[in-house]
């Protein structure tokens, strides 16, 4: 075969000529052959069709072809870069989407979910800095993953699209690629200077750049984790840079009550009445979320000195307030904050706080035995029988000084539909009673003559 083949073959044409030959193929051309061959098939197309041919693929098919070659997958960095990809994978419908009845939110979010793993998986050789550098390059468009980017941000799914597209791209990297993240996006939207507004200037003084931050961090950083330890990482990175008193105000902002109107900061909420527990969960949830065993970077004593701080922001709260806080934070971070005032020997304020705890679990439904497995765990720390007996005392004058008050309330109150004070004074008469029933019932089953 090969002396048939003789003479007769035409002759090969030169490099040169074989490539203004094909100009129509685009960036085809400019690959050499060991490139053309990862191409499979795809070589012999111009690379306009090729582009028309990812149209007919999801989000997902054209991720999973980016794993096919490393150049293939170069070629879709290319093609995401193009305005027609950007046309094709930016999805910008993200306002009035969660409304009753509604499902478009639920697929702009799954599509984002998609983009991010197309993202990961077509960078997947590049260094951290650079997949960042390119993601962001392709995102920057769209100004409702900014963080004052969007007119209506309450209103916009854009920042939660954002978050679960990173949530996917960064899953699986290691601690120190995720720090470089978190660095990228600190530095890229401004927060530090942000966030030292807010925290230094009087509460409530900033409220829209104060939503803007809540809504960053919670959208963007911190709702789309799975695992707690990831969440614990990511609330990590933003608190810890600060002081306590900055970090508690912040926790404040993120996780505190807002208003069910404009989305803004309630700050007086602690400090005027008795809350409830909705306006408390987020930050309940985060305490928890800290003193746990993922929260790696944070002591027992961090934690506790934070929760103290918290219940000074933006002034001193109400007593039932911060009763209800520890309440909902877990029995592990309410003893160990309770344990801390017995050691430091401030039995007084100690003594009003488990009456106030006995109150929310009269007001909330709670079991008061729990309330007395409380004391009893407390009485323990005391080092001495008097220190013990003196709490005990401290925590009836506390009820009888509580009763007094309240009485004088209700005497000099009006008893209009708007006044409270008699259902608190029933209230805390009833929390009296059932603890001290509780009590009666442990002394009893106790006792050896029973």
């Not at 030959?21 to 052959?33: A, I, V």
């Not at 980017?149 to 690629?177: F, R």
């Not at 006995?358 to 709670?366: G, N, P």
Request: hydrophobic share 40%; proline share 3%; glycine share 4%.
């Amino acid at each position: 075969m090969s002396s048939s083949a003789g003479s007769s073959c035409p002759t090969i044409p030169s490099h040169k000529h074989r490539r203004s030959s094909r100009r129509s193929k685009g960036c085809w051309d400019t690959l050499d052959t060991d490139s053309q061959s990862a191409l499979g098939q795809f070589q012999t197309l111009p690379l306009e069709i090729f582009h028309m041919v990812l149209k007919y693929l999801s989000v997902r098919d054209i991720s999973m072809l980016s794993m096919v070659s490393k150049t293939l997958g170069q070629h879709l960095i290319h093609y995401i870069s193009t305005s027609a990809g950007t046309r094709r994978l930016l999805l910008q419908d993200f306002h009035n989407l969660e409304l009753p009845g509604r499902r478009e939110g639920a697929s702009v979010l799954e599509h984002y979910k998609s983009l991010g793993l197309l993202f990961k998986r077509c960078t997947l050789l590049l260094p951290t800095r650079d997949r960042l550098k390119y993601v962001h390059k392709v995102l920057s468009e769209v100004s409702c993953f900014k963080l004052s980017g969007c007119a209506s941000p309450l209103h916009c799914l854009g920042l939660k699209c954002y978050g679960v597209l990173l949530q996917i791209l960064t899953a699986g990297w290691d601690e120190l690629e995720c720090h470089r993240v978190f660095n990228f996006l600190w530095e890229l939207s401004n927060l530090a200077r942000k966030v030292q507004t807010v925290v230094s200037s009087r509460a409530g003084s900033a409220r829209k750049l104060e939503l803007r931050i809540r809504l960053y961090c919670r959208r963007v950083l911190l709702n789309h984790w799975t695992h707690r330890s990831d969440s614990a990482f990511w609330l990590t990175r933003i608190l810890k840079p600060w002081p306590i008193v900055n970090q508690a105000r912040l926790l404040y902002i993120i996780f505190g009550p807002v208003s069910s109107l404009d989305g803004h900061v309630v700050w007086q909420k602690m400090i005027e009445g008795p809350t409830d527990e909705t306006s408390l969960k987020g930050l309940a949830e985060a305490i928890k979320l800290l003193y746990g065993t993922e929260a790696r970077e944070w002591t027992v004593d961090d934690v506790i000195s934070l929760v103290d701080e918290l219940s000074v922001v933006p002034q001193e709260w109400l007593m039932e307030n911060n009763a209800r806080l520890l309440l909902l934070s877990g029995n592990n971070v309410c003893f160990t904050f309770m344990a801390s005032k017995a050691v430091n020997g401030r039995a007084v304020e100690l003594a009003r706080l488990m009456v106030f705890m006995a109150l929310v679990c009269e007001k909330d439904l709670y079991c008061m035995d729990w309330v007395v497995r409380m004391m009893q765990k407390v009485c323990r720390v005391f080092s001495t029988p008097w220190e013990r007996n003196n709490f005990l005392q401290c925590l009836e004058n506390a009820f009888a000084h509580m009763l007094m008050d309240m009485l004088q309330a209700v005497l000099a109150g009006g008893h209009d539909e708007e006044d409270s004070s008699f259902l608190n004074l029933f209230h805390l008469v009833n929390a009296q009673a059932n603890l001290h029933k509780e009590i009666l019932y442990l002394a009893m089953r106790s006792s050896p003559n029973t």
